[in-house]
């Protein structure tokens, strides 16, 4: 069962070793639209038994497979193909992505086109990549340096932005001479559909892609399977942690994008009303549910109360709606316990700050997972409401005395993901962005390029996707002395 628009074969099936699959579980998940609270659509339920069996397929792919030992050109040739095919299904991704988590449609198409682009630049960057390399030493004839794929990769991705992040797993650890279980979501798994299917009508190996998606324990028994090398996770830290002490007992690698509860600071040159403008759209973007949004506004003392008054303003001209609607401008949370959660926070938050506007459902909406744009004023930094992440559109301003004050409140939190400062002085930025110990700092808003390194610090996460040091997280490096030239550089 698939939802209109979206064109996918076997959603009753799991792709596991080059084959559509039917689960073990005899189960299927079913997918509710968050605009609606209607039941859009089901996927197959995978178990243990079946995590079991996309490993299995994985390490043989890996193992006796030709994939890891193809040149990257062979490699690259095969991912062209898949880029291509996943490019002429854009806005079929686009709609997925609307029903399933409700992101606005306006927003969707171009968000989906990117995500495809960056799968482009990812391999034209494996191209130029050096996966053998000769360098200098004194103790041998020849030294070289050579780039291996890691070995089995279970990417695990999160229900906001499900095709773009599991794309950019997928991307770069094929690239590297991966194999990869994809373990999408049980909310939003259509994309990895769409990517296996990609995978298919480009010709790759069988079992070097594999698609799974189940829930919680069946996920735990992947990560805890011995056959799986790396884990890659986009999600909550407190699932991170799990994760983490799972690899650390028998030393697999992991790289974990987490939580955060990311600051803006005002700078005094910085206008008022702009930054309410920027705020408030920022805060409203994907109904707040990015990892990276910028959801403490640390103010100077003398300009809060104005800034405060200018949010209101902008909040209150937020058009709130369906998803699909052009004219909307915040649409629904993706899910009930999503938006259960939400008002939790803002309930913890009348008992310790100042609620300035927002905090109900819109009366206008009597279905779906709708929520007014909230803001919080005189947020004590230690409250719950500004140390903890709410993944909704709730902001907390936050007064400081000076840059100093400023720049302690910022790194006062167990997430290190993202910043902002905004002043017109790149000076400023700078030096502020040097203190803040954040994974990324943007100047003027929430600046993101996934084309250059992107992670935390602290509880944030461990390791970075995006660049170079994207693909070196899927590869080991081992180095090799010679007492001679070998006639040839081969993977």
Known sequence: MTPEGVHIKNTDKLWIGGKWVPAHSQREIELVSPNSEDVIGSVAEANEADMDAAVTAARFAF????????????????????????????DEIARAWTLQMGGLASFAGPMTAGSTMNFDQIIAMAEKFEFVEQRPSPVVHTALIAHEPVGVVAAIAPWNGPYGIM???????????????????????????????????????????????????????????????????????????????VCGERIARCTL??????????????????AAQMLTGTITMMSG?????????????????ALAEAIAGEMKKV????????????????????????????????????????????????????????????????SRIAQEEIFGP??????????EDAIRIANDSSFGLNGSVLTHDPDIAYRIARRIRTGAVGQNGMRMDFGLPFGGFKQSGIGREGGIEGLLGYLETKTILLDGAPSSFST
């Open 394 to 403: 709730v902001l907390c301003l936050i007064p400081f005395a000076d840059e």
């Open 257 to 274: 994008e987490l939580g955060g509860k990311s600051a803006a600071i005002i700078a005094d040159d910085f206008d008022i009303d702009a």
């Open 289 to 305: 549910q990015v990892c990276a949004m910028l959801s403490r506004v640390l103010v100077p003392k003398a300009r809060h109360d």
């Open 167 to 245: 794309l950019n797993k997928v991307a770069y650890a094929l690239a590297a001479g991966c194999t990869v279980i994809m373990k999408p979501s049980p909310e939003t798994p259509l994309e990895a559909y769409i990517i296996a299917e990609a995978a298919d009508a480009a010709g790759l190996p069988a079992g070097v892609v594999n698609l799974v998606c189940g829930h919680r324990d069946a996920s735990d028994h992947l990560v805890c399977n011995p056959g799986v090398d790396k884990v890659s996770f986009t999600g909550s830290t407190v699932a991170g942690k799990r994760i983490a002490s």
């Open 63 to 90: 193992d006796q497979g030709p994939w890891s030992r193809m040149q990257p050109e062979e490699r690259i040739a095969l991912l062209k193909k898949m880029a291509g095919h996943l490019h002429g299904r854009t």
């Open 319 to 382: 058009v709130i709606g369906p998803s699909d609607d052009p004219a909307t401008q915040l649409g629904p949370l993706a899910m009930k316990r999503q938006l259960e959660r939400v008002e939790m926070y803002i309930e913890e938050g009348r008992k310790t700050a100042e609620l300035v506007t927002g905090g109900e459902r819109p009366a206008h909406l009597n279905r779906g997972y709708f929520i007014e744009p909230t803001l919080f004023a005189n947020v004590d930094n230690a």
